[in-house]
């Protein structure tokens, strides 16, 4: 088979290929640009941006596990004022669709985040109330399907630009808090987020990460991330990002699979700088290899 159409659809517009960078692992992507055509990315999603600046979390920050990686960043960003002024030009100069995402305090910091990027030349915004690393905001909203269609509904009426919400997987019923955030106006979920967890040193008896407890991402989380995108998907009409523990094409494949329209990368980009490139082609080999012309044949496709 020599054509594969490689494109999806997601949100109102054509993406080259399923493969997102994802946040937290690419930085503002620019910094990629050294080692591979970012403009080869189905879309980026830059770190995390907040209200003020961040300095994130005391080191060490980040520690590998058994097939995983746990990190406690926290957060770490210039700020939003500084992100548009200084960071958000550089980034725009490339065709890359380019998701934002943004974590709050408060409701009233995301719609403050929203209200700035209105009119800047972005693709969607992903409303992060999954991270377990920082004290204040972020997971203390995603753990509760009220506190979820809350702030959603609320930052839904603050902006017409897409809206993303990334959901973590410390949850009792990943599917409530799926259908609070399509009941409250999003217009797509990325799942999943990173799995709560700590590291100890058995011979000094402290925990290796400075803020003690972290998020553990790679593959050692794929088998509970391909479980929730298969559940989700049963359950919502909104497209889905489908992530945890994508190291190659195979990976990718799955998760479309399993329900998702498009496909995170992000432990993979700090194992190697490529690794978003190499896994686009690969799931373009895995589509010819099984006479698959259009990748998003395999979105929702799983038999049982």
């Known amino acids: 088979m020599n054509s594969i159409d490689m494109s999806v659809d997601f949100l109102g517009r054509k993406l080259v290929n399923p493969i997102v960078a994802a946040s937290g692992t690419f930085s503002f992507g620019m910094e990629h640009s050294e080692f591979m055509d970012i403009e080869q990315l189905g879309a980026l999603t830059v ?11 005391p080191p060490p920050r980040i520690t590998e596990t058994p097939s995983g990686v746990l990190n406690s960043i926290g957060l770490q960003n210039p700020g939003i004022d500084y992100f548009i002024d200084n960071i958000l030009p550089r980034l725009s100069q490339y ?58 509904k609320t930052v839904r009426k603050a902006t017409d630009i897409p809206l993303i919400v990334k959901l973590s997987p410390n949850v009792t019923d990943i599917c409530e808090m ?13 799942l999943i987020n990173t799995l709560k967890g700590m590291a100890i040193d058995a011979k ?25 995108v298969w559940e989700v998907s049963r359950r919502v009409e909104i497209p889905l990002i489908g992530m945890g523990g994508v190291m190659d094409g195979q990976d990718a494949a799955e998760f479309m699979i399993a329900g998702a329209t498009a496909v995170g990368v992000g432990t993979a980009n700090l194992v190697h700088p490529y690794a978003c490139e190499n896994i686009s082609l690969q799931l ?21």
């Open 178 to 190: 799926a259908i609070s955030c399509e009941q409250a106006g999003a217009d797509a979920i990325c």
């Open 204 to 228: 000094t008896r402290r925990p290796i990460l400075g803020n003690i407890v972290g998020g553990l991402s790679g593959p050692a989380i794929k088998p509970v991330a391909l479980r929730m």
């Open 95 to 152: 065709s890359v669709p380019v998701i934002i995402n943004i974590s709050g305090e408060s409701v009233q910091e995301y719609c403050q985040i929203v209200r700035k990027l209105e009119n800047q030349p972005i693709f969607a915004i992903e409303l992060n109330i999954s991270c377990p690393n920082v004290d204040k905001g972020g997971i203390e909203f995603g753990t509760s399907s009220q506190s979820i269609y809350n702030l959603v």
């Open 284 to 304: 373009k080999d895995f589509c010819r290899e099984n006479n698959i012309s259009c990748v998003s044949s395999l979105i929702g496709t799983l038999k049982y």
């Open 47 to 57: 770190k995390g941006i907040t209200v003020d600046e961040k300095i994130g979390n």
